[in-house]
């Protein structure tokens, strides 16, 4: 009996390790808070293309650091974060075959910004769909993921 209460405390100890690591965010946008994470259960990291293009792209990396290149192929460095709770969970819409969330992103390249205003959050639209098994940033630039 004390070899399963001890297995039990292990894997509940274990779970809540594993639940804890992940990095929340606050952030400030119009004078209201928001949380991001970099986390949300779907493999969001990666390269993010335009379909049947090679450029402009979205890079997000695991660590919330990205570049985020524009039509006119600049390269820019972000900070970027999915929209959840004050604990971690992700904020999300579900749909038929899709979830919808909130994409924030900032400009990091603090010391080039001309004004207060590009140094702001940014939001935009970040879908899956699941049929498909593609994630779209603003529903343009997209990256297939396998479950």
């Not at 993010?48 to 390269?75: A, C, F, H, R, W």
């Not at 940014?122 to 899956?128: A, R, T, V």
Request: glycine share 6%.
């Amino acid at each position: 009996m004390k070899k399963i209460t001890l297995l039990l405390a292990a894997l509940v100890l274990s779970a809540t390790h594993s639940y804890a690591q992940i990095k929340v965010t606050k952030i400030k946008n119009k004078d209201k808070d928001h949380y991001i994470a970099t986390v949300i259960g779907y493999p969001v990291t990666g390269v993010y293309s335009y379909v049947n293009q090679i450029e402009p792209i979205t890079i997000l990396n695991p660590d919330g650091t990205g570049i985020m290149q524009n039509e006119d192929l600049v390269k820019e460095n972000i900070i970027w974060g999915i929209e959840c709770t004050e604990s971690g969970v992700p904020v999300f819409k579900e749909g038929f075959n899709s979830a919808s969330y909130s994409f924030w992103y900032k400009k990091s390249d603090t010391a080039k910004s001309k004004s207060e205003d590009e140094n702001e959050w940014i939001l935009q639209s970040f879908s899956i769909h699941h049929d498909k098994m593609k994630m779209f940033i603003s529903g343009e630039r997209v990256k297939e993921y396998i479950e």
